[in-house]
């Protein structure tokens, strides 16, 4: 297909397209989703419906802790069994202007190349949580043109973005050696979400106690998890740990598909990406509605004749008075 | 959430050569002007290059070449888009080269060459007023 440069392709026309894994296609939807604009919805429905084969891991962990280059390994071990993958990399914005660099493809090294792997870059633009607001419509869109594999690489997180467990089917965190004592390894948050624990680095002499103390972690928990989590340790330098890593990635994925696992967890995820979405709509519709009866009720907040609380149930009443 | 779509640009050091300062710089302007910079790194090759101006769907493909290959590789560059059916892409080259192989290549389709001593204010224009005349697509 030839995406021509004389007007712009209705989108509901890429969806064959990228039901036949046409690269073009599938980039050209990516894109629109990520304008958010309404035009693409239709298309973005039919290809909903085609989603739910991928088997999707999220791959988080603070900056610098060497997630884009555990998906590199871990994507050429995919292909090597001969796997095919989508990446999902998303890299911040700048809150200044907007705009992004977005380095993660740096070290994709030779999987760029490679026609069994298709990696999309993406800008936060914004979005807490670690990912972008688009992530989950790319993952849609590589799940649907055919990939095996959907591996997503959320933002470098600190403790709370924990947003990935809500989109993906297994999570991987990626702890650095070096970045913190044994009760950063005890605080609630990003530690907790893993179903599959990464140490990497491994070769650094300091990685050692970072594995001790994420297992010591896990052993403390009070609530034994539905599963065993293990933790690996990785050296994408030397290569070790990768092939147990994806190991445990496919023993995960096994331990979904028995007892109605990943029917529930996917149901979960579901529910929340709804509710995300359901959000957004409202916070558009306050930024569509009218200015003037927001200032009516802003105004009584700061004269205190209505609490926090008060104005905001009043701003969702007027909400009913705006157009969807 | 229909913000206005920041322009994607793919920027990439094509072939035997390590310099990349001039890119970060200009990757950096880039970013500070709103859009959304892909870097893919150092030696890469047109194939790879073209490969993920395509997956990235970027607006603009920008080539550093400090390396004097320009005359080999921009042509291919511009092949392969064609092949990929991706002649939308705009290229953009930048770095060295004499004036007569700036003409040339413009006349091959280079859609823009941004050589040294361009102010980074001109490089975010040409950039835009590329997109901008490209239109929607």
């Known amino acids: ?324 | 959430m229909a913000d206005q779509p920041a322009i994607r640009v793919l920027i990439a050091k094509v072939g035997l050569d390590g310099h990349d300062r001039g890119v970060k710089i200009v990757a950096r302007c880039l970013r500070d002007a709103g859009m959304d910079v892909i870097y893919t790194g150092l030696h890469k090759t047109p194939e790879d290059v073209v490969r993920a101006a395509v997956d990235e769907d970027v607006d603009v493909l920008g080539i550093s070449l400090l390396s004097g290959a320009h005359m080999t590789i921009f042509p291919r560059v511009i092949a392969l888009l064609e092949e990929a059916g991706a002649s939308d892409i705009m290229l953009v080259g930048g770095g060295v080269m004499p004036d007569e192989d700036a003409t040339a290549l413009r006349a091959m389709g280079v859609a823009e060459l941004l050589l040294q001593d361009t102010p980074p204010d001109a490089i975010v224009a040409a950039i835009r007023r590329l997109v901008a005349e490209r239109g929607p697509r």
């Open chain 1, 1 to 324: 297909m030839t995406v021509q440069a004389s007007g712009p392709v209705p989108s509901r026309r890429l969806v064959d397209g990228v039901l036949a894994g046409d690269r073009r296609a599938l980039a050209r939807l990516i894109s629109r989703a990520e304008a958010g604009e309404e035009e693409c919805r239709p298309a973005l429905a039919d290809i909903h419906r085609h989603t739910g084969r991928a088997h999707i891991v999220g791959v988080t962990g603070v900056p610098g802790s060497g997630k884009s280059t555990l998906v590199r390994a871990c994507a050429s071990a995919m292909r090597a069994v001969g796997r095919t993958l989508g990446v999902v990399a998303v890299d911040p914005s700048s809150p200044f202007s907007g705009g992004a660099i977005l380095g993660d493809r740096i070290r994709m090294g030779a999987l760029a190349g490679d026609p069994g792997v298709f990696i999309r870059s993406m800008a936060s633009r914004g979005a807490l949580g670690g990912l972008a607001h688009a992530a989950l419509d790319a993952v849609d869109l590589m799940d649907a043109a055919g990939f095996d594999t959907v591996l997503i690489e959320t933002v470098g997180v600190g403790q709370d973005e924990v947003d990935i467990v809500r989109a993906a089917d297994t999570t991987v965190v990626v702890s650095a050696p070096g970045l913190g004592d044994d009760i950063q390894a005890i605080k609630a948050g990003v530690l907790e979400i893993a179903d599959i624990h990464v140490v990497s680095k491994s070769d650094r002499p300091d990685a050692n106690r970072t594995f001790a103390e994420l297992k010591q972690m896990l052993l403390l928990a009070q609530v034994p998890p539905e599963r065993h989590i293990p933790v690996v340790a990785t050296s994408a330098e030397s290569g070790e740990g990768i092939d147990a890593l994806l190991a445990e990635i496919d023993s995960h994925s096994s331990f979904l598909a028995s007892d109605g696992r990943l029917a529930r967890r996917r149901r979960r995820n579901a529910a929340a990406r709804a509710v995300k979405i359901a959000e957004e709509m409202v916070r558009r519709r306050y930024a569509a509605g009218d200015s003037t009866a927001m200032a009516a009720i802003v105004d009584r907040m700061c004269a205190r004749e209505l609490d926090p609380h008060g104005a905001a149930r009043a701003l969702l009443a007027t909400l009913d008075e705006v157009a969807p």
